[in-house]
């Protein structure tokens, strides 16, 4: 199983960018999907995650509004959607999925994917 996040890149403060996380060796369109991301000298954090049924958790109250996660079942990808974008966004980007609920622990994620750094220019 792997999963493999990009779309990374630099990005002028309140500007957009789509990440893409692509799935080989399992299918995504009954998982939940969860986006951490972790910032220089800083722990991995939570962003947010969307369910099996499509409910958002919430991990960064701040992306509410601007973060939307996608999915596209026929590339068994999913994409985090991030629009009016602050420089405190900027890290690198993390995929995860597990079964069905969202979790918004790092290790509560079978399957966690390698990141996409994201930078946030002025």
């Known amino acids: 199983v792997q999963l493999q996040a990009s779309g990374g890149g630099l990005v002028q403060r309140g500007g957009s960018l789509r990440l893409s996380c692509a799935a080989s060796?399992?299918?995504?369109?009954?998982?939940?999907i969860a986006w951490f991301r972790q910032a220089p000298g800083k722990e991995r954090e939570g962003v947010l995650c969307?369910?099996?049924?499509?409910?958002?958790?919430y991990y960064k109250s701040d992306v509410k509004g601007r973060f939307t996660i996608s999915r596209d079942n026929s590339k068994n990808t999913v994409y985090l959607q991030m629009n009016e974008l602050k420089f405190e966004d900027s890290a690198v980007y993390y995929c995860?999925?597990?079964?069905?609920?969202?979790?918004?622990?790092?290790?509560?994620?079978?399957?966690r994917g390698q990141g996409t750094l994201v930078t946030v220019s002025s």
């Open positions: 060796g399992i299918t995504l369109d009954s998982k939940a």
């Open positions: 995860a999925t597990r079964s069905y609920l969202c979790s918004g622990t790092w290790s509560g994620y079978h399957y």
């Open positions: 969307l369910s099996s049924s499509d409910v958002y958790s």
